[in-house]
Nanobody, 123 residues
Framework: QVQLVESGGGLVQAGGSLRLSCASS????????MGWFRQAPGKEREFVAA????????SYADSVKGRFTISRDNAKNTVYLQMNSLKPEDTAVYYC????????????????WGQGTQVTVSS
């Protein structure tokens, strides 16, 4: 099994920055893709960003391109989401997810999930 634990969420003003972290433990060698998703109240969970094990292949939702950066430190079994120029519409619970195969933007394609961390952006 794999356990994922997110941290780094909080309250920030519009235009500010936050960095989320996701620490993994357990059978981490089985994870090839790590991704971030978010879910706002009353909305479906949506893809934010993902990266392959090598960190060189990444994918971003159009809504965050140029503002968010995903990275991973395999030595620490940790993936990060650097969020800059935050907007009120970025407010959501952010989830870390792991997958044994290549990148997909579909939440149903991920095998492992964290418990989520709240990000609130005030205007």
């Amino acid at each position: 099994q794999v356990q994922l634990v997110e941290s780094g969420g909080g309250l920030v003003q519009a235009g500010g920055s936050l960095r989320l972290s996701c620490a993994s433990s357990g059978r981490t060698f089985s994870i090839y893709t790590m991704g971030w998703f978010r879910q706002a109240p009353g909305k479906e969970r949506e893809f934010v960003a993902a990266t392959h094990f090598n960190g060189r292949t990444t994918s971003y939702a159009d809504s965050v391109k140029g503002r968010f950066t995903i990275s991973r430190d395999n030595a620490k079994n940790t993936v990060y989401l650097q969020m800059n120029s935050l907007k009120p519409e970025d407010t959501a619970v952010y989830y870390c997810a792991g997958r044994r195969l290549t990148i997909t933007q579909a939440p149903a394609g991920y095998d492992y999930w964290g418990q989520g961390t709240q990000v609130t952006v005030s205007s």
